[in-house]
């Protein structure tokens, strides 16, 4: 699966048509509860700043079918309880009876292919209105198109992979076993706080290293704080399939993963020393595997130059990753601090173990940023890197310089 954003992605021309969700006005929704997740992300967007969408783009035979297509849309609805909430503030939600769900075509924004799309989810994933997701085709003679957007409240990566593989299974006729719920994952993460264990220690020791300041980009990036930019992308190959496996043979070796070992080298290419980052920590249960929702968990390791520490520190992050992010929070001595909106996050999938069309694509639309963020992802071409960032010239100075010094601290970490 590609991994892009919306400045970047061009689709083929093609006609363009669109579908959207409609609850039943006489049926009141149930109240459900918000992960801590979607309350940071909600509490952003009610502040007034655009947010980001995702979206699952993949390609089908022939011209679209749109009886085929509205009823695949409403088949995936009905699957997946995440898509069935209207978010209503930062801290409340409810869900629509699926049953009593319509599915409507509707007219899309003018313009070229690639702006209509672009203009659709931009206006369409908005998170304080149901639905805060839309569905849309590219029919062409030959091969078409299928995207469907969402607001980040209702997904997370790992649900993009699966929105393609699903709707497009559906679109073909076929069934489909029942998913597991992610509401029903919600409300355990908001069970009472556990203060005391291991997690909750490894949580105080490492939040008192950083004097609970959540982590920032170590270089300057020219932008004040408390100020942000428009975004900017940047989208390379970062290691090719033969580096990439032996950059995994190497953190095998040193007790680690290839995630690990992407660390560490980011690390070497940041400077000589360790710091801190955000890492996104997949939490589906084995029962969790086909459920779309926002189940990623974030939580703070220390990326170090030396391979065999950051392999430790990720493992002691993955356990932190065990206690429900909710109930951490709940249990802290004090708040945490952040001096920008975007934190310093790295995030790792490996699309060659998810599910989904093999001419899929996961879009991320663009926000306003304020600090450095980086996607890596594994196919069978390698390892791909996507870096969003203020869209200011140091910024671009500085990505820029860690960027092209990255692959040459993975080559020094497989001489070594």
């Not at 363009?16 to 929704?29: F, K, L, R």
């Amino acid at each position: 699966m590609l991994v892009t954003s919306a400045d970047l992605w061009e689709v083929e021309p093609g006609e363009v048509m669109s579908w959207t969700a409609v609850p039943d006005v006489t049926a009141a929704p149930e109240p459900v509860g918000l992960s801590v997740n979607q309350r940071n992300h909600l509490a952003v967007a009610d502040a007034g700043t655009r947010t980001v969408w995702l979206a699952a783009c993949f390609e089908v035979d022939g011209p679209i079918d749109a009886d085929a297509l509205a009823a695949a849309f409403r088949s995936l609805l009905a699957r997946h309880s995440a898509l069935q909430c209207e978010f209503l503030s930062p801290t409340s939600a409810v869900r629509h009876d699926p049953a009593r769900l319509a599915v409507r075509q509707q007219p899309v924004p003018e313009g070229d292919t690639t702006t209509r799309l672009r203009t659709l989810l931009d206006r369409e994933c908005a998170p304080f209105a149901y639905p805060a997701f839309a569905l849309a085709a590219v029919s062409r003679p030959g091969r078409s198109t299928v995207v469907c957007g969402f607001d980040h409240a209702h997904v997370d990566a790992h649900s993009i992979a699966l929105v393609a593989r699903d709707l497009g299974a559906l679109y073909r006729g076929a069934e489909l076993p029942v998913a597991s719920s992610f509401l029903a994952r919600v409300a355990e993460w908001s069970a009472a706080p556990a203060v005391d264990g291991p997690a909750m220690a490894s949580w105080r020791g490492f939040l008192d290293a950083i004097d609970y300041r959540l982590p920032v980009f170590p270089l300057d990036t020219g932008l004040p704080e408390g100020e942000t930019a428009a975004q900017a992308t940047d989208r390379r190959l970062l290691a090719g399939a033969e580096t990439a496996a032996a950059l995994g043979e190497a953190a095998e070796r040193a007790g680690t993963t290839t995630y690990g070992a992407l660390l560490s080298t980011m690390a070497s290419a940041l400077g000589p020393g360790a710091l801190p980052v955000l890492v996104p920590v997949q939490t589906r249960r084995p029962e969790d595997a086909d459920a779309v929702g926002w189940f990623t968990t974030t939580v703070p390791a220390w990326a170090d130059p030396d391979l065999g520490r950051t392999g430790e520190q990720l493992r002691e992050a993955r356990e932190r990753a065990g206690l429900p992010l909710d109930q951490v929070l709940a249990a802290l001595p004090r708040p945490l601090r952040a001096a920008r909106r975007d934190v310093f996050m790295v995030s790792y999938v490996d699309y060659r173990r998810l599910p989904g069309e093999g001419s899929a694509q996961h879009v991320s639309g663009t926000a306003p940023a304020d600090d450095v963020q980086v996607w890596l992802s594994r196919t069978d071409e390698g390892i791909h890197v996507r870096t969003r960032f203020p869209d200011v010239a140091a910024a671009h100075r500085a990505v820029g310089r860690f960027l092209e010094s990255w692959p040459e601290s993975i080559r020094k970490a497989l001489r070594q």
